[in-house]
Protein backbone atom coordinates (compact mmCIF):
# COMPACT_ATOMS: atom_id res chain seq x y z
CA UNK A 1 0.00 0.00 0.00
CA UNK A 2 1.32 3.62 -1.00
CA UNK A 3 0.58 5.80 1.64
CA UNK A 4 1.20 10.22 1.66
CA UNK A 5 1.61 11.71 4.42
CA UNK A 6 0.48 15.73 5.08
CA UNK A 7 2.11 17.32 8.58
CA UNK A 8 5.30 15.85 8.95
CA UNK A 9 5.59 17.02 13.13
CA UNK A 10 4.55 14.84 16.01
CA UNK A 11 2.42 12.38 14.69
CA UNK A 12 3.64 11.80 10.99
CA UNK A 13 6.98 10.92 12.82
CA UNK A 14 5.80 9.08 15.45
CA UNK A 15 3.82 6.80 12.57
CA UNK A 16 6.97 6.53 10.18
CA UNK A 17 8.85 5.27 13.42
CA UNK A 18 6.04 2.67 13.93
CA UNK A 19 5.92 1.64 10.58
CA UNK A 20 9.51 1.04 10.26
CA UNK A 21 9.44 -1.09 13.63
CA UNK A 22 6.81 -2.83 13.29
CA UNK A 23 7.35 -3.86 9.66
CA UNK A 24 8.35 -7.61 9.85
CA UNK A 25 5.12 -8.05 12.47
CA UNK A 26 2.84 -6.65 10.10
CA UNK A 27 3.99 -8.05 7.00
CA UNK A 28 3.74 -11.40 8.47
CA UNK A 29 0.45 -11.15 10.37
CA UNK A 30 -1.38 -9.05 7.63
CA UNK A 31 0.42 -8.88 4.79
CA UNK A 32 1.08 -5.34 4.80
CA UNK A 33 3.92 -3.61 3.63
CA UNK A 34 3.73 0.00 3.40
CA UNK A 35 5.97 2.27 1.30
CA UNK A 36 5.63 6.25 2.02
CA UNK A 37 5.69 7.72 -1.43
CA UNK A 38 5.19 11.13 -0.68
CA UNK A 39 5.67 13.08 2.93
CA UNK A 40 4.71 16.82 2.81
CA UNK A 41 5.51 19.61 5.45
CA UNK A 42 5.20 23.17 5.73
CA UNK A 43 8.47 23.95 3.57
CA UNK A 44 7.99 21.42 0.91
CA UNK A 45 8.10 17.50 -0.02
CA UNK A 46 9.84 14.42 -0.33
CA UNK A 47 8.66 12.45 -3.31
CA UNK A 48 9.41 8.58 -4.34
CA UNK A 49 7.80 5.98 -6.20
CA UNK A 50 9.75 3.13 -4.77
CA UNK A 51 8.71 4.17 -1.07
CA UNK A 52 10.95 7.02 0.88
CA UNK A 53 13.70 5.62 3.26
CA UNK A 54 12.32 6.18 6.77
CA UNK A 55 15.97 7.13 8.66
CA UNK A 56 16.50 9.65 6.08
CA UNK A 57 13.36 11.37 6.50
CA UNK A 58 13.43 11.52 10.08
CA UNK A 59 17.16 12.34 10.19
CA UNK A 60 16.50 15.16 7.52
CA UNK A 61 13.60 16.45 9.12
CA UNK A 62 15.49 16.72 13.04
CA UNK A 63 18.59 17.99 10.94
CA UNK A 64 17.08 20.81 8.92
CA UNK A 65 13.38 21.17 10.26
CA UNK A 66 11.81 20.09 6.80
CA UNK A 67 12.26 16.88 4.54
CA UNK A 68 12.45 19.10 1.71
CA UNK A 69 16.21 19.26 1.47
CA UNK A 70 16.62 14.76 1.16
CA UNK A 71 19.00 14.43 -1.74
CA UNK A 72 17.15 13.63 -4.95
CA UNK A 73 13.74 12.79 -3.20
CA UNK A 74 13.45 16.65 -1.57
CA UNK A 75 11.29 19.55 -3.40
CA UNK A 76 10.84 23.25 -1.79
CA UNK A 77 7.02 24.64 -1.95
CA UNK A 78 4.93 22.50 -3.09
CA UNK A 79 1.29 22.57 -4.08
CA UNK A 80 -0.06 19.68 -1.62
CA UNK A 81 -3.00 19.51 -3.70
CA UNK A 82 -0.98 18.66 -6.83
CA UNK A 83 1.04 16.32 -4.72
CA UNK A 84 -1.59 14.18 -3.46
CA UNK A 85 -3.55 13.70 -6.49
CA UNK A 86 -0.24 13.06 -8.41
CA UNK A 87 2.25 11.16 -6.29
CA UNK A 88 -0.03 7.44 -6.85
CA UNK A 89 -0.83 6.95 -3.10
CA UNK A 90 -3.13 4.86 -2.22
CA UNK A 91 -4.33 6.08 0.91
CA UNK A 92 -3.32 10.05 2.52
CA UNK A 93 -2.73 10.59 6.17
CA UNK A 94 -3.90 13.83 7.20
CA UNK A 95 -1.93 14.75 9.67
CA UNK A 96 -1.74 18.44 9.72
CA UNK A 97 -2.05 20.42 13.11
CA UNK A 98 -5.64 21.15 14.26
CA UNK A 99 -6.09 24.83 13.47
CA UNK A 100 -9.75 26.60 14.27
CA UNK A 101 -8.81 29.84 12.50
CA UNK A 102 -7.72 27.81 9.24
CA UNK A 103 -9.76 24.76 8.62
CA UNK A 104 -9.26 25.19 4.86
CA UNK A 105 -5.83 24.07 4.33
CA UNK A 106 -7.17 20.45 6.00
CA UNK A 107 -9.98 20.33 4.27
CA UNK A 108 -8.62 21.31 0.48
CA UNK A 109 -6.15 18.21 1.80
CA UNK A 110 -8.99 15.95 2.29
CA UNK A 111 -11.12 16.73 -0.78
CA UNK A 112 -7.90 16.72 -3.20
CA UNK A 113 -7.76 13.02 -2.04
CA UNK A 114 -11.21 12.19 -2.45
CA UNK A 115 -11.59 13.36 -5.82
CA UNK A 116 -8.44 11.34 -6.77
CA UNK A 117 -9.81 8.42 -5.66
CA UNK A 118 -7.98 7.91 -2.22
CA UNK A 119 -8.72 6.77 0.47
CA UNK A 120 -8.08 9.01 3.91
CA UNK A 121 -7.10 8.93 7.21
CA UNK A 122 -7.27 11.97 9.30
CA UNK A 123 -5.41 12.56 12.52
CA UNK A 124 -6.59 16.42 12.21
CA UNK A 125 -9.73 17.18 14.11
CA UNK A 126 -10.60 20.42 12.51
CA UNK A 127 -11.99 19.56 8.93
CA UNK A 128 -14.30 16.94 10.54
CA UNK A 129 -15.77 19.31 13.21
CA UNK A 130 -16.54 21.95 10.51
CA UNK A 131 -17.53 19.78 7.51
CA UNK A 132 -18.07 16.52 8.50
CA UNK A 133 -21.19 15.98 6.50
CA UNK A 134 -20.02 17.05 3.67
CA UNK A 135 -17.06 15.43 3.48
CA UNK A 136 -18.45 11.98 4.66
CA UNK A 137 -20.63 12.75 1.00
CA UNK A 138 -17.39 13.19 -1.19
CA UNK A 139 -15.85 10.06 0.28
CA UNK A 140 -19.02 8.05 -0.40
CA UNK A 141 -20.19 9.35 -4.24
CA UNK A 142 -15.56 8.87 -4.63
CA UNK A 143 -16.35 5.56 -3.24
CA UNK A 144 -13.34 5.62 -1.12
CA UNK A 145 -13.13 4.87 2.53
CA UNK A 146 -12.39 7.68 5.25
CA UNK A 147 -10.92 6.76 8.73
CA UNK A 148 -10.51 8.91 11.98
CA UNK A 149 -10.31 7.03 14.76
CA UNK A 150 -7.31 8.91 16.18
CA UNK A 151 -9.41 12.45 15.81
CA UNK A 152 -10.75 10.95 19.07
CA UNK A 153 -9.29 9.40 22.17
CA UNK A 154 -6.19 9.05 20.17
CA UNK A 155 -4.85 5.59 20.24
CA UNK A 156 -7.78 4.35 22.13
CA UNK A 157 -10.82 2.50 20.24
CA UNK A 158 -13.40 5.15 21.45
CA UNK A 159 -15.30 5.64 18.31
CA UNK A 160 -15.22 1.75 17.33
CA UNK A 161 -16.44 0.78 21.19
CA UNK A 162 -19.05 2.92 21.20
CA UNK A 163 -20.08 1.37 17.59
CA UNK A 164 -20.05 -2.00 18.49
CA UNK A 165 -22.28 -1.23 21.65
CA UNK A 166 -24.68 0.89 19.30
CA UNK A 167 -24.89 -2.12 17.44
CA UNK A 168 -26.53 -4.55 19.77
CA UNK A 169 -27.61 -1.92 22.22
CA UNK A 170 -28.78 1.68 22.55
CA UNK A 171 -26.29 4.39 23.74
CA UNK A 172 -29.01 7.01 25.70
CA UNK A 173 -25.96 8.97 27.02
CA UNK A 174 -22.31 9.27 26.81
CA UNK A 175 -19.91 11.57 29.61
CA UNK A 176 -16.69 11.82 28.58
CA UNK A 177 -12.98 12.89 29.64
CA UNK A 178 -11.73 13.54 26.12
CA UNK A 179 -9.12 16.01 26.58
CA UNK A 180 -5.67 14.62 27.86
CA UNK A 181 -3.86 18.38 28.30
CA UNK A 182 -6.53 19.20 30.87
CA UNK A 183 -6.75 16.43 32.67
CA UNK A 184 -3.24 16.84 33.10
CA UNK A 185 -3.67 20.33 33.80
CA UNK A 186 -6.21 19.65 36.24
CA UNK A 187 -4.68 16.36 37.89
CA UNK A 188 -1.48 18.06 38.55
CA UNK A 189 -3.17 21.18 40.36
CA UNK A 190 -4.98 18.69 42.38
CA UNK A 191 -1.90 16.64 42.84
CA UNK A 192 1.08 18.81 42.89
CA UNK A 193 -0.54 22.39 44.48
CA UNK A 194 0.66 23.86 40.78
CA UNK A 195 -0.96 26.66 39.33
CA UNK A 196 -2.83 26.55 36.09
CA UNK A 197 -0.10 28.38 33.82
CA UNK A 198 2.59 25.63 35.70
CA UNK A 199 0.50 23.34 34.64
CA UNK A 200 -0.38 23.92 31.19
CA UNK A 201 3.92 24.54 30.38
CA UNK A 202 4.28 21.05 31.58
CA UNK A 203 1.47 20.03 29.21
CA UNK A 204 2.77 21.99 26.41
CA UNK A 205 6.53 20.65 27.19
CA UNK A 206 4.90 16.16 27.38
CA UNK A 207 3.61 17.04 23.74
CA UNK A 208 0.04 16.74 24.75
CA UNK A 209 -1.14 20.11 23.94
CA UNK A 210 -1.94 21.49 20.32
CA UNK A 211 -0.60 23.74 18.81
CA UNK A 212 -2.11 26.54 20.18
CA UNK A 213 -3.01 25.40 23.35
CA UNK A 214 -6.35 27.81 23.63
CA UNK A 215 -7.82 25.23 21.91
CA UNK A 216 -7.27 22.49 24.46
CA UNK A 217 -7.69 25.13 28.29
CA UNK A 218 -10.87 26.47 26.47
CA UNK A 219 -12.84 23.39 25.49
CA UNK A 220 -12.91 23.73 22.02
CA UNK A 221 -10.78 20.73 21.07
CA UNK A 222 -13.35 18.73 24.02
CA UNK A 223 -16.19 19.87 21.76
CA UNK A 224 -15.06 19.39 18.40
CA UNK A 225 -14.27 15.38 19.77
CA UNK A 226 -17.61 15.64 20.50
CA UNK A 227 -19.13 16.88 17.81
CA UNK A 228 -17.05 14.15 15.96
CA UNK A 229 -18.60 11.16 18.33
CA UNK A 230 -22.02 12.50 18.31
CA UNK A 231 -22.08 12.56 14.18
CA UNK A 232 -20.71 9.15 13.66
CA UNK A 233 -21.81 7.23 17.06
CA UNK A 234 -25.20 9.02 17.83
CA UNK A 235 -26.10 9.83 13.93
CA UNK A 236 -26.72 13.95 14.69
CA UNK A 237 -25.69 16.36 11.97
CA UNK A 238 -24.33 18.52 15.08
CA UNK A 239 -21.48 20.89 14.33
CA UNK A 240 -19.56 23.29 16.68
CA UNK A 241 -22.33 25.81 17.29
CA UNK A 242 -24.45 22.76 18.48
CA UNK A 243 -21.73 22.36 21.56
CA UNK A 244 -22.83 24.73 24.77
CA UNK A 245 -18.49 25.13 25.72
CA UNK A 246 -17.21 26.18 28.27
CA UNK A 247 -12.94 25.87 29.21
CA UNK A 248 -10.92 25.92 32.50
CA UNK A 249 -8.88 28.56 32.02
CA UNK A 250 -10.61 30.61 34.73
CA UNK A 251 -11.34 27.85 37.05
CA UNK A 252 -9.76 29.07 40.03
CA UNK A 253 -7.46 26.50 42.51
CA UNK A 254 -10.08 26.74 45.22
CA UNK A 255 -12.63 25.08 43.27
CA UNK A 256 -10.35 22.01 43.00
CA UNK A 257 -9.47 21.80 46.30
CA UNK A 258 -12.73 22.65 47.50
CA UNK A 259 -14.27 19.83 45.50
CA UNK A 260 -11.30 17.32 46.67
CA UNK A 261 -12.28 18.42 50.13
CA UNK A 262 -15.59 17.09 49.36
CA UNK A 263 -14.17 13.44 47.79
CA UNK A 264 -15.11 15.04 44.27
CA UNK A 265 -13.04 16.16 41.43
CA UNK A 266 -12.82 18.66 38.95
CA UNK A 267 -13.02 16.85 34.97
CA UNK A 268 -13.43 19.14 31.81
CA UNK A 269 -16.25 16.67 30.67
CA UNK A 270 -18.10 16.30 27.56
CA UNK A 271 -21.91 15.23 28.11
CA UNK A 272 -23.89 13.74 25.09
CA UNK A 273 -27.32 13.87 26.18
CA UNK A 274 -30.69 15.39 24.61
CA UNK A 275 -27.63 18.11 24.43
CA UNK A 276 -23.92 18.63 23.80
CA UNK A 277 -22.13 19.97 26.44
CA UNK A 278 -18.72 20.57 27.64
CA UNK A 279 -17.21 22.41 30.42
CA UNK A 280 -16.00 21.71 33.63
CA UNK A 281 -18.05 19.39 36.52
CA UNK A 282 -17.50 17.61 39.24
CA UNK A 283 -17.25 13.67 39.33
CA UNK A 284 -16.90 11.21 41.96
CA UNK A 285 -12.90 10.54 43.33
CA UNK A 286 -11.82 7.11 42.33
CA UNK A 287 -15.28 6.89 40.07
CA UNK A 288 -14.61 5.23 36.15
CA UNK A 289 -14.00 9.01 35.04
CA UNK A 290 -11.59 10.01 37.44
CA UNK A 291 -8.30 9.11 35.13
CA UNK A 292 -5.06 10.68 36.42
CA UNK A 293 -2.21 12.55 34.53
CA UNK A 294 -3.50 12.83 30.04
CA UNK A 295 -5.09 9.95 30.66
CA UNK A 296 -9.07 10.02 28.62
CA UNK A 297 -12.43 8.12 30.04
CA UNK A 298 -15.50 7.65 28.56
CA UNK A 299 -18.37 6.32 29.86
CA UNK A 300 -21.12 5.11 27.78
CA UNK A 301 -24.63 4.24 29.40
CA UNK A 302 -26.30 1.90 27.27
CA UNK A 303 -30.32 1.12 27.99
CA UNK A 304 -29.76 -3.01 28.48
CA UNK A 305 -26.07 -3.21 29.48
CA UNK A 306 -25.46 -0.40 32.10
CA UNK A 307 -22.37 1.89 32.25
CA UNK A 308 -19.37 0.73 29.78
CA UNK A 309 -16.39 2.88 30.57
CA UNK A 310 -12.79 2.98 28.52
CA UNK A 311 -10.07 4.45 29.94
CA UNK A 312 -6.58 5.21 28.36
CA UNK A 313 -3.90 7.72 26.87
CA UNK A 314 -5.87 10.00 25.00
CA UNK A 315 -2.92 11.99 23.46
CA UNK A 316 0.82 12.08 22.40
CA UNK A 317 1.91 11.00 19.33
CA UNK A 318 2.94 7.14 18.94
CA UNK A 319 -0.38 6.95 20.75
CA UNK A 320 -2.03 8.76 18.11
CA UNK A 321 0.22 7.29 15.59
CA UNK A 322 -1.34 3.66 17.03
CA UNK A 323 -4.44 4.81 15.92
CA UNK A 324 -3.68 5.75 12.38
CA UNK A 325 -2.28 2.27 12.28
CA UNK A 326 -5.39 0.83 12.93
CA UNK A 327 -6.91 3.27 10.61
CA UNK A 328 -4.73 1.92 7.66
CA UNK A 329 -4.58 -1.55 8.87
CA UNK A 330 -8.94 -1.92 8.43
CA UNK A 331 -8.85 0.19 5.24
CA UNK A 332 -6.33 -3.00 3.96
CA UNK A 333 -8.52 -5.91 5.58
CA UNK A 334 -11.32 -3.74 3.57
CA UNK A 335 -9.48 -3.60 0.29
CA UNK A 336 -9.11 -7.69 0.84
CA UNK A 337 -5.26 -6.74 0.99
CA UNK A 338 -5.54 -5.73 -2.66
CA UNK A 339 -3.08 -2.93 -3.82
N1 LIG B 1 -4.42 18.21 22.56
C1 LIG B 1 -5.16 17.01 22.56
C2 LIG B 1 -5.37 16.53 23.98
C3 LIG B 1 -4.43 15.99 21.75
O1 LIG B 1 -4.70 17.07 24.87
O2 LIG B 1 -6.17 15.64 24.21
C4 LIG B 1 -5.22 14.78 21.42
O3 LIG B 1 -6.33 15.08 20.64
Given at each position: ?80 EQVIAECGAHV ?198 DVPANLNAVSL ?39
Amino acid sequence: MKIAIVGFGVVGQALVRLLRERSGELYRRHGFAPRIVAAIDTRGAALSAQGLDIAALLRTKASDGTVATIPDCGVSRVDNEQVIAECGAHVLVEATPSSLRDPQPAIRHLKAAFRAGLHVVSVNKVPLAVAFPGLRELADYNRVMFRFSGTVGAGLPVLALAQQCALGDEILSVRAVLNGTTNYILWRMHEAGLDFAAALAEAVRLGYAETDPSADVDGVDTAMKTVIFANVVLDRAATLADVQVAGIRDLPRERIATAAAAGRRVKLLAELGEKLRVGPQEIEAHGPLDVPANLNAVSLSLRHGGEVTLRGPGAGGVETATGVLRDLLDIWHALGSAP
